[in-house]
C-alpha cells in the first residue's frame, strides 16, 4: 500500500478525562491544546533538567547544589508508563535500590491525571502523603504551569524537582552516584556515544514516541504518516538484531533499554489500542528474541508489571476505548 499522505495532523479534540495540567498552579482536566500548533499533536518538553553529581556541580543543563548521596532522592514513577520504566530498570541496573526510594502511582489516568489511589503495585507518597503527582509540582512551585509527567525526581534535601526527563534521569542514575555505592557498569560508555545518542534519536522520533503519534492520530493521514515509518523502523531494527546480541557493541547500553521499553508493550497493547497491527513483535524472530532475552534479567524483569500496563491504557484512553474494556491476551506477553 502507498502512503499517499504527507501531512501528519492529530485534530484538536476534546479528550478532557484523559490527561490534564496544571496553569498557575491550578489544576486543568485537558487535553493537548491543539488549535495553536494548526492541529500537530507536539509532545510538551521536560522543564526540570537539573543534575546530580559526586560533587554537586552544573551538570549538562540546570543549576548546580545536587549532590550525590544516599538517601536524599525520591523517585516517582508509573508501572505503566514506558518513559518511567526506562529509569527503574537503572536504577535496578546500577544497584541503587537502597540509595533511592520510589512510589509508584495508579495505573489508571483520568480527571484527576496520576493518582496515588490505593491498587496493587502502587506505592504512596511518603514524602507529602499526596493524594495525585500534580501534589507534587506545586510542592515544587506554587505557580507552575505544564504537563503532570512521570518520571519525576525530587531532592527531599532541597525540597526541589531534580528533573522529570527520562532520559536525563537514566544518565544521573548511569553515573551520578559511582561514589556513593552504585554498581559498576556504564550503560553509556564514552566510546559509543555518538552511536547511541545517533540511534536514541530515530528510535525514539519513529518507535517510542511513534507509537503515540498512531495511536493518538484522529485522521487517517495523520495515522498513516506514523504508522509506516514505525515499521520501517521496526524492519531496520529486526535485521540489525538478526547479526547482534544488542543494538550498539555487543554490550547492553542505555540503548537497549529505551528500546526495550516499548517492545515490551507493544504486542499487548499498542497493536490492538494504537493499530500498530501492521505486524507484532512476535512476527519478528530477532525482535522477539531480544525482547525475550531481556525481559529474562531480573533487573528489568521486576520493573514490567502487565496488569499495570494493559489497564492504564485500555482504561484511561476513553476516547480510543470508550467501554474500558481490557483485552485478556496475547497468551504471551515476554
Same mark, same amino acid.
Given at each position: 500500500m502507498k502512503r499517499g499522505f504527507s501531512l501528519f495532523v492529530i485534530k484538536a479534540v476534546e479528550w478532557s478525562k484523559e490527561m490534564g495540567l496544571l496553569v498557575d498552579g491550578k489544576w486543568h482536566d485537558q487535553w493537548y491544546d491543539t488549535s495553536k500548533t494548526e492541529g500537530r499533536f507536539i509532545r510538551q518538553d521536560s522543564q526540570f533538567r537539573n543534575w546530580i553529581t559526586p560533587d554537586g556541580s552544573a551538570g549538562p543543563s540546570g543549576e548546580a547544589g545536587? $549532590? /550525590?548521596?544516599?538517601?536524599?532522592?525520591? %523517585?516517582? $514513577? @508509573? #508501572?505503566?508508563?514506558?518513559?518511567?520504566?526506562r529509569t527503574l530498570i537503572m536504577r535496578n541496573l546500577k544497584g541503587?535500590?537502597?540509595i533511592i526510594s520510589i512510589s509508584v502511582v495508579h495505573w489508571l489516568m483520568? !480527571?484527576?491525571?496520576?493518582?496515588?489511589?490505593?491498587?496493587?503495585? $502502587?506505592?504512596?507518597?511518603?514524602?507529602?502523603?499526596?493524594?495525585?503527582?500534580?501534589?507534587? =509540582?506545586?510542592?515544587a512551585d506554587a505557580h507552575y504551569t505544564g504537563r503532570v509527567t512521570v518520571p519525576l525526581l525530587w531532592d527531599k534535601k532541597t525540597g526541589k524537582i531534580v528533573n522529570n526527563e527520562s532520559s536525563e534521569i537514566m544518565r544521573i +542514575?548511569?553515573?551520578?552516584?559511582?561514589? $556513593?555505592g552504585a554498581k559498576k557498569g556504564d550503560y553509556y560508555p564514552q566510546e559509543y556515544r555518538q552511536e547511541i545518542d545517533a540511534l536514541n534519536a530515530r528510535v525514539y522520533d519513529l518507535v517510542n514516541n511513534g507509537v503515540y503519534k498512531a495511536g493518538f492520530a484522529t485522521t487517517q493521514a495523520a495515522? !498513516?504518516?506514523?504508522? =509506516?515509518? %514505525? +515499521? !520501517?523502523?521496526?524492519?531496520?531494527?529486526?535485521?540489525?538484531l538478526s547479526s547482534s546480541e544488542y543494538l550498539i557493541g555487543n554490550q547492553l547500553t542505555e540503548?537497549?533499554?529505551r528500546l526495550f521499553t516499548t517492545l515490551v508493550r507493544f504486542d499487548p497493547v499498542y497493536v490492538g489500542h494504537f493499530k500498530c497491527n501492521i505486524?507484532?513483535?512476535?512476527? =519478528?524472530?530477532? #525482535? @522477539?528474541?531480544?525482547?525475550?532475552? %531481556?525481559? /529474562?534479567?531480573? !533487573?528489568i524483569a521486576s520493573t514490567v508489571n502487565f496488569e499495570h500496563i494493559k489497564k492504564h491504557y485500555y482504561q484511561s484512553h476513553k476516547t480510543i476505548n470508550p467501554t474500558g474494556v481490557v483485552p485478556v491476551g496475547p497468551a504471551e506477553t515476554a
Open positions: 545536587f $549532590v /550525590a548521596e544516599p538517601n536524599r532522592y525520591h %523517585l516517582y $514513577v @508509573s #508501572l505503566a508508563c514506558p518513559w518511567a520504566n541503587l535500590q537502597d483520568v !480527571e484527576h491525571g496520576w493518582t496515588f489511589q490505593e491498587g496493587p503495585g $502502587v506505592i504512596p507518597d511518603p514524602i507529602f502523603h499526596a493524594r495525585y503527582m500534580y501534589d507534587i =509540582y506545586k510542592a +542514575f548511569n553515573t551520578g552516584f559511582d561514589q $556513593v495515522y !498513516e504518516e506514523a504508522v =509506516y515509518p %514505525l +515499521f !520501517e523502523m521496526l524492519d531496520e531494527l529486526e535485521k540489525r540503548a537497549d533499554i505486524r507484532r513483535i512476535a512476527d =519478528y524472530p530477532a #525482535l @522477539s528474541a531480544y525482547t525475550r532475552k %531481556l525481559h /529474562a534479567m531480573p !533487573e
